[in-house]
T-cell receptor
Framework: GAGVSQSPSNKVTEKGKDVELRCDPISGHTALYWYRQRLGQGLEFLIYFQGNSAPDKSGLPSDRFSAERTGESVSTLTIQRTQQEDSAVYLC?????????????FGQGTRLTVV | KQEVTQIPAALSVPEGENLVLNCSFTDSAIYNLQWFRQDPGKGLTSLLLIQSSQREQTSGRLNASLDKSSGRSTLYIAASQPGDSATYLCAVQSPPRLTFGEGTQLTVNP
């Protein structure tokens, strides 16, 4: 597609349920990032994928969070046993790679509300 | 650990003014610096990318500079318009991640 696509755009879930968020990167982009943005706050790094290398998971806040990516395609971010503090906008970005001069492009985000 | 700071946190100006937004970072070993715009409830729109070997980039009324050795970047907006109202974020790429500042919330009043 023309840009980074995220789905769903909005998700309301009950506390304790699992949710899965999807990111379709720009075709040919080997690098993919997930960020979390709580209301009124900055972007918090979650995880980074680069091609077939082992992902950088150092930003995941707890073991309830996990992410998968197969090759250079779609990525899914899964949050298990959701808590109210998980409410945020989850943003995905992709770029050609982690090398010099690689511009990152963001999707519109998934707004997650845990009630 | 890379830290990015943006000053001011908020800025309100009358239409037509030229303005400067500031970004500083603690680790100069960066690949590039990128300025983004975020409108309320929306994702991020890339404005300018400056590679580590570059000093500045221009796009229309926007000009971004980079002084890597001192860990600073500025975004200059000429002849501001109400449509420029948004939050402006800078991000540095210190491989592999992008580290963001907290943003400057800009309001341009008609």
């Amino acid at each position: 597609g023309a840009g980074v696509s995220q789905s769903p755009s909005n998700k309301v879930t009950e506390k304790g349920k699992d949710v899965e968020l999807r990111c379709d990167p720009i075709s040919g982009h080997t690098a993919l990032y997930w960020y979390r943005q709580r209301l009124g706050q900055g972007l918090e790094f979650l995880i980074y994928f680069q091609g077939n290398s082992a992902p950088d998971k150092s930003g995941l806040p707890s073991d309830r969070f996990s992410a998968e990516r197969t090759g250079e395609s779609v990525s899914t971010l899964t949050i298990q046993r959701t808590q109210q503090e998980d409410s945020a906008v989850y943003l995905c970005a992709s770029s050609l790679g982690a090398g010099h001069g690689t511009e990152a492009f963001f999707g519109q985000g998934t707004r997650l509300t845990v009630v | 650990k890379q830290e990015v700071t943006q000053i001011p946190a908020a800025l309100s100006v009358p239409e037509g003014e030229n303005l400067v937004l500031n970004c500083s970072f603690t680790d100069s070993a960066i690949y590039n610096l990128q300025w983004f715009r975020q409108d309320p409830g929306k994702g991020l729109t890339s404005l300018l990318l400056i590679q580590s070997s570059q000093r500045e980039q221009t796009s229309g009324r926007l000009n971004a500079s980079l002084d890597k050795s001192s860990g600073r970047s500025t975004l200059y907006i000429a002849a501001s318009q109400p449509g420029d109202s948004a939050t402006y974020l800078c991000a540095v790429q210190s491989p592999p991640r992008l580290t963001f500042g907290e943003g400057t919330q800009l309001t341009v009043n008609p």
